[in-house]
């Protein structure tokens, strides 16, 4: 096993990749637990829980895709040596983290505009942008849309369980520096 030393490990990631990562964290520790105690608040309270919620995740959304476009440019670089199995679940994982993140903002956007409530007046982007009604309400559709967001942020909940358990198992476990790479 390849073990990286200090200096090594703190030169893997750039601090632009770095910064990417960590405004992704930072935005998803907003959104997806909001997210999850949206239907057990009272409703006369609701509405500031949606406006965070809608503006955290469709930040998400704007930072995963100038995210994405940053990593095609710069590749990832090198890893320490781990088993062939191990690398293609790190590489699964984050693929279908990229791929939640930038799929279950418009999930929820699209299911907001089909209650007919879209980002607009209270719920306004950031509180200041309207973002444009685009479709009637169509509560079917909407029902449909919220149930694949619901299950999409347990689903993201579930790969940023596996995320994170594989850094802290890289770290105390492996000691093989990729921890040290993002930080």
């Known amino acids: 096993m390849m073990r990286l030393t200090g200096q090594e490990a703190r030169m ?19 959104a997806l637990p ?3 105690v949206i239907p057990h608040v009272k ?4 509405m500031a829980f949606y406006a965070i919620h809608e503006s955290a995740g469709f930040t998400l959304f704007f930072v995963a895709l100038a995210r994405l476009a940053w990593r095609l440019r710069n590749p990832v670089p090198p890893n320490p040596a781990v088993p062939d199995g191990m690398r293609r679940v790190a590489d699964g994982v984050h693929h279908a983290l990229y791929a939640a993140i930038i799929l279950q903002p418009l999930l929820g956007f699209f299911a907001t505009n089909a209650f007919g409530f879209p980002m607009q007046g209270a719920t306004a982007y950031m509180g200041l942008i309207d973002l444009p009604k685009f479709m009637e309400a169509n509560v ?18 579930a790969l940023l369980v596996l995320h994170i358990g594989a850094a802290i198992h890289h770290q105390a476990i492996r000691k093989d520096g990729t921890l040290l790479r993002m930080v």
Do not use: C, N, Q
């Open 43 to 46: 409703e006369e309270s609701k």
């Open 34 to 36: 909001l997210g999850f």
């Open 12 to 30: 893997g990631y750039t601090s632009t990749a770095k910064w990417f990562h960590w405004v992704t964290a930072g935005l998803m520790a907003v």
């Open 140 to 157: 079917p559709l909407a029902e449909w849309l919220l149930m694949f967001h619901r299950w999409l942020g347990w689903t993201i909940a």
